[in-house]
Each structure stands twice: as C-alpha cells, then as structure tokens.
C-alpha cells in the first residue's frame, strides 16, 4: 500500500496547494491514504472547525498536529469529537483530543497513526520514546501498518526515535521545523524515516512568516507582528510504500512540488 504524508500546512497558501494537488496525486500515484500535519494550517497558527473542514474535503484523512495545535480556542469545542484529528499522544493525561488512531483505506488495510511530540526545546510533557513504543506495540495487535509523525525540533530526538522504532514502526516522519531534510531512508528493520518532511506553504519568508518582521525580530530583538508569507508556494511531503502484510517499508520519496507541478497534477 501507498501512504501519502503532507508536511506543515501553513495558511491559506498551504491549503490551496492541498486542495488542488491532493486528487491529483491519489490519481496519478495510486495513493491509498493520505495523512498531513495541520497544525499552523488556520492563519499558520491553530486550527479552526472550518478549515479542519476544508482540509477533510480536500481529500487529507487524517490530521496530525504539534505545539500549535492549541493556538485556537476553537479546537477545544470539537477535538474530543473529531477522530481524524490527532495531537501529540505524550500530553498528560486529561489532554481533550486523543493521540493515536486506526482507520481503514478503501482497500480494506487498517493503518495505525501515531502523534507525538519531542521535549528538547519544546514543552517539558510525557517522554516520547516510552509513550510512542508503548502505542505502536498496542496498535500492531490491530494492523502490522502503523504510522508516526514526531513533531520535535531537536533532529537528534527525531533520529533517535526513528531508531528506538526501527521494525516496530512502518514508518517514523518528523515534522515541525518546517524545513524539508535530505535523508529520506528505509532502516534496515523496515521502519521507512526522514527528519523533517518540510512544509506545505509560502516560501519566500522564513518558515512561512513574512522575512522583514522575522529580520527585524533578530536585528532589535524587539516583539514584531508576524505575518504570512504568500509567495512561492510549494508542496512538501512524502510517498511511503509499505507491505500490507508485513508492515515492513519498501520505498520513502520526498516530494518537493512547486505552483507548476501541482498545476500539472490537475
């Protein structure tokens, strides 16, 4: 089966790629299911019910999240009632929201998906490797498919999970630092692994905010507003291969898409 991860969403840029390149790439790549990180996906910070929607439509069927996902109150009134939407599994007990999921494709192959969230340099919450091992055994009693998108900034944590999973894991995705990374692998136990799959959204700022106010931020070190890029936008995500019987990764390909790529998917 082919397991389609789209990087950090960011604003309406990055949904606008999504809903135009996404039926293209199920078509033309034979995509059985199709997953994203959508956590800076309203405004680049948060996720509202509406835009959850737009990105439901637009053919993402689960959604994966990270520090941001709080950023809009909003979510707090339907995350424990919508189960395609994850966020981080290793937040305390008591956290709305759940952290792991088991959906089947049309095909009929049950897929596990994972969400957790590193601790170096990000919020002190549960340990990641415990939490995420613990879950992944769990799930594979269900399906030998299980799928984990690590939100960390730290590459080490990342690496080092992608290890700790190495033949337990399908495959093990970071996400958050929003820039694409250029170790895309299958590790020798099948657990298919990239640092950073990127993100989804305008490229012409610094990790999709506007560059001047980032620029200034460092030069005065002064609180600046920030706001979106909206240039060059750009698709970042990656095409996981996986036996259905073994859960095993055959293939991981990074895709990189720009305006006239997605353009021509249509």
């Known amino acids: 089966m082919r397991i389609l991860f789209i990087g950090d969403i960011f604003a309406k840029v990055g949904r606008d790629l999504v809903r135009r390149a996404v ?3 199920v078509r033309t790549r034979e995509i059985d299911l199709v997953i994203a990180n959508g956590e ?3 405004g680049g910070f948060g996720l509202t019910r509406d835009v959850a929607d737009e990105l439901f439509k637009a053919g993402v069927e689960v959604m994966t999240s990270g520090n941001h996902v709080w950023d809009k109150r909003e979510l707090l009134t339907f995350i424990d009632d919508e189960p395609r939407l994850l966020r981080p599994l290793n937040y305390p007990e008591g956290t709305p929201g759940r952290g792991s999921t088991v959906v089947t494709t049309a095909h009929g192959d049950r897929v596990g998906i994972v969400n957790v969230m590193g601790r170096v340099f990000m919020t002190a919450i549960d340990d990641p490797f415990t939490v995420a091992r613990r879950e992944v055994e769990r799930l594979r009693a269900q399906t030998p498919i299980v ?10 944590e990342k690496i080092a999970l992608g290890w700790h999973l190495d033949g337990l894991a399908s495959a093990v995705v970071g996400t958050h630092t929003h820039v694409q ?3 895309a692998q299958v590790l020798p136990g099948g657990t298919a692994y990239i640092t950073d799959v990127g993100m989804t959204g305008p490229h012409d700022g610094v990790i ?10 460092f ?5 600046t507003r920030f706001d979106t890029a909206r240039g060059l936008p750009r698709l970042h995500a990656v095409i996981v291969d996986v036996d259905a019987e073994t859960g ?3 293939a991981i390909e990074r895709l990189s898409l720009t305006n006239t790529d997605v353009e021509a998917l249509a």
């Open 40 to 42: 800076n996906a309203a």
């Open 208 to 217: 999709g905010v506007e560059r001047d106010a980032i620029i200034t931020r």
């Open 147 to 156: 799928f984990v998108d690590m939100h960390a900034e730290a590459t080490s």
């Open 181 to 183: 990374t250029a170790d």
């Open 219 to 223: 030069l005065t070190g002064l609180p």
């Open 23 to 25: 039926p293209g790439l």
């Open 248 to 250: 095993r990764a055959t």
